[in-house]
């Protein structure tokens, strides 16, 4: 399989305080790719490095072929202000804005194109409704037709399913996985249980990062990664463990 992004031996800090350090990592046309740790592990860092917001101390990132300026890019839902005056079509079009045309007024194409996409994440009808009116996982979609309006190769979300309530976070998933036929899928997440079934490799960061193949959560190793004992709670769903590093 096709490597799209290459990470090779990234350091990166703030001030002079590292928060990540020799990380290295290949991303993979058509992964779905889970990035686990705690909070302040370096995880969103990452994510920001990848799509060039900041630029590493040492080491290199190559953004390979046919993806370079097609990557996807979905915040954390909690960093959105929900008071801000944008109806949901308004919202994804703000997706084909870049640093190169932010002048430019929307086009028809734009117009039938951001439609088009809230149809498929089925908000059409709340296409004129101001954002403040949505329920959490409508936002979140809401987002991430955002992202797609620009037909990224590569989706990045950060904690697409915090916030959001469980009937959300199933339909959310669904779509994701549909994506994932199409698109490399990278989601950052401090909980990975509602992936379980999707997800097809996993990176476990707390500074240095720990790289697996689709198997078990091992407690000792989450433990490890996260600095205290972790419980892992099972509703249901089969559980995945990491069995070594």
Known sequence: ?????????????????????????????????????????GKTTLLKLILGIIKPWSGSIRILGDVTGRLGYVPQFASF????????????????????????????????KAEMILEK?????????????????????VLIARALISEPVVLLLDEPTASIDITSKTSLLDFLNKLNEKMTIVVVTHDPTPFTLTY????CLNKNLYFHE????DAHILEY??????ELLGHGIPHTILKKH
């Not at 790719?33 to 909070?39: C, M, S």
């Not at 801000?84 to 002048?103: D, H, R, Y």
């Not at 994440?121 to 979609?141: A, Y």
């Not at 689709?214 to 959560?217: A, F, N, S, Y």
């Open 214 to 217: 689709k198997g078990e959560l």
């Open 225 to 230: 990664v996260y600095g205290c004992p972790v």
């Open 81 to 112: 202000n929900r008071n801000f005056p944008i109806s949901a079509l308004e919202m994804v079009l703000t997706g084909c804005i870049s640093p190169q045309n932010f002048l430019k007024r929307y086009t028809k194409d734009d117009m039938e």
């Open 1 to 41: 399989m096709e490597h799209f992004i290459e990470i090779t031996d990234v350091s990166f800090g703030y001030e002079d305080i590292p928060v990540i350090e020799n990380v290295s990592l290949d991303i993979f046309e058509r992964d779905f790719l889970l990035l686990i740790g705690p909070n302040g592990g």
């Open 200 to 203: 097809r490799h996993i990176a």
């Open 121 to 141: 994440v089925n908000l059409h009808d709340k296409r004129h409704e101001n954002v403040k009116d949505l329920s959490g996982g409508q936002i979140q979609k």
